[in-house]
């Protein structure tokens, strides 16, 4: 489209959500007449999310790279580096993903329309005292007024920024993520070639699609899976796709061998087309502390998948039911699988020891009960259409551009 040139701003390109949902703009806008480009602060040589001739980025060092000097530099030159971008490609509109690129973006001083965007619960991610974290608790009361939109990808999301985070300005707007389900459909039906994957991803698989990370706390997943193997009656394995914390893979191999689950659960990594491999387990699984509006529970649903999930925001119900859940310390069936109650107990952290908690066995239980019951995959099918209304991506990416 003439004279309109967008700019993605996001941290990483791994397959996280706000990595597929930054492409999905970006095919979108560019098939649309835009001229786009996307910046990666953090360009790395096992990227997933790659924009090949549009793809501009800071370093190919990773921040657990950078001593705290190098990193300090990093924080206080990005905006510098944003703004000659913007302005040497004559830039009418970004859109950041995440804290860390609305910071920056923020304080570039552009005059482009500047898009923001909040993809989790804030209150519980920024528990934390590092430095960037309290950067980013300051920009929330200050430098956030020069974005002229901030979405929050759900409104348990907005209501957290209002309530717990100190956020002031009215420049908020509810939009959910947008996906092209009908590309997801068609990835998904790709065949599994290599023989290993093939034999280990079946019916009664539970996948696990993500970053290894604090947040995403798959140490429960294993113990749950540990409960489910216990009751001898459900024959599953764990399969992992995805990369991420060091420390976190660490715990979660540790506990695997303690276990004895080694020939029943499998690390696959990174993967170009997770959507295949989706459609080939039993279930999505997600044990997060935290989130906002999991792009991996709509990508589940476009599948046709059933979804095991932790009650780990209000936004989970915002995807995964087509009517308001009440709060309940008991499984919950919904549309689109079971959703059980959350496994946080008020610190981010790997935990120092393997005892098991009550909401673990729940997890188990709904495990169980969609592995062994056909019924929750027809009533996800009958129930689809009315589940992804709200995620086209037309609809969705038109009302990022618009000016209230």
Request: net charge positive; with cysteine; proline share 2%.
């Amino acid at each position: 489209m003439k004279g309109k040139t967008i700019l993605l701003i996001m941290p990483y390109g791994s397959v996280g959500g706000m990595e597929r949902l930054a492409l999905s703009f970006y095919k979108y806008y560019k098939n649309s007449g835009y001229e786009v480009k996307a910046l990666k602060f953090i360009s790395l040589e096992n990227d997933i999310i790659n924009f090949n001739q549009d793809e501009l980025y800071f370093s190919n060092k990773d921040f657990y790279e950078m001593s705290s000097f190098e990193r300090l530099q990093f924080y206080l030159g990005a905006p510098l580096k944003i703004r000659k971008i913007i302005k040497d490609l004559d830039v009418s509109h970004s859109i950041s993903f995440g804290d860390m690129a609305n910071l920056f973006s923020s304080l570039t001083f552009t005059n482009e329309f500047k898009i923001g965007s909040i993809h989790a619960l804030k209150s519980v991610e920024l528990q934390g005292n590092s430095f960037f974290n309290k950067l980013t608790k300051i920009g929330y009361r200050t430098s956030y007024k020069n974005l002229n939109k901030l979405v929050c990808i759900s409104k348990a999301i907005k209501d957290d920024l209002i309530k717990n985070c100190g956020y002031k300005f009215s420049n908020m707007e509810i939009i959910y993520n947008p996906h092209d389900i009908e590309h997801i459909q068609k990835l998904a039906e790709e065949s599994l070639t290599d023989p290993f994957e093939k034999n280990i991803i079946t019916q009664n698989t539970i996948l696990f699609l993500g970053r290894m990370s604090i947040q995403k706390a798959p140490w429960h997943l294993i113990k749950a899976f540990k409960l489910l193997m216990e009751n001898g009656k459900t024959k599953a394995n764990l399969v992992f796709i995805g990369d991420g914390n060091k420390e976190v893979t660490k715990h979660v191999t540790t506990l695997i061998d303690k276990f004895n689950l080694s020939d029943k659960v499998f690390f696959l990594g990174r993967k170009d087309n997770p959507y295949k491999y989706i459609s080939k387990a039993g279930l999505l699984a997600l044990t997060s502390y935290y989130e906002g509006t999991p792009n991996v529970i709509v990508e589940s649903i476009a599948i046709g998948i059933p979804i095991v999930s932790t009650n780990c925001t209000k936004g989970i119900e915002e995807l995964m039911s087509l009517k308001e859940v009440m709060e309940s310390n008991d499984n919950i069936t919904v549309e689109s699988g079971i959703i059980t109650p959350n496994m946080f107990k008020g610190k981010l952290e790997i935990p120092n020891n393997d005892s098991f908690i009550s909401e673990e066995k729940q997890f188990s239980e709904a495990l169980n009960q969609v592995l062994n019951n056909a019924d929750f995959k027809e009533n996800l099918l009958l129930n689809q259409r009315q589940l992804l209304e709200k995620f086209d991506i037309q609809s969705v990416s038109k009302k990022y551009l618009k000016i209230n």
